[in-house]
């Protein structure tokens, strides 16, 4: 590899971030849901994705509104989770840059996204 395609600390970052979203929103997608479940889900997702390398932080924050008003209209006790219930914050750290990312639903779709890109401190 030249030096000019040598990824970047910080776009070594990002790549992270993206790493992080796939593997929780992949992972955990499906997973039935009740808004009693849902506290303990959010933490089991937190506590996974934190786990990998380059993750300093995670939050993930479970839409009861949402959620509440798809069980109102099922005929389960439940449903899947899927990215319409969620919003998600994590922080990489990666050789001193920081990226937070988000994902939050955006038009009826959940998205991913690169907040910011920083250095450390």
């Known amino acids: 590899m030249s030096a000019e395609t040598t990824p ?3 776009e070594i970052a990002c790549f992270e971030a993206g790493i992080k979203f ?8 499906g997973t039935p849901l009740t808004l009693e479940s849902a506290p303990s889900l959010a933490a089991a997702m937190e506590a996974a994705i934190e786990n990998q ?3 300093r932080d995670v939050a993930v924050t479970v839409r009861e509104a949402e959620l509440e008003a798809e069980l109102a209209e099922s005929a389960a006790d439940y449903t899947e989770l899927t990215g319409r219930f969620l919003e998600v914050e994590l922080l990489v750290d990666y050789e001193g840059r920081e990226v937070v990312a988000r994902m939050e639903m955006e038009g009826g779709y959940p998205m991913m996204r690169v907040v910011s890109v920083g250095r450390e401190g």
Do not use: I, K, V
Not at 22 to 28: I, N, P, T, V
């Open 22 to 29: 796939g593997s929780l929103y992949h992972q955990f997608a």
């Open 8 to 10: 970047t600390d910080a």
């Open 53 to 55: 390398p380059h993750c």
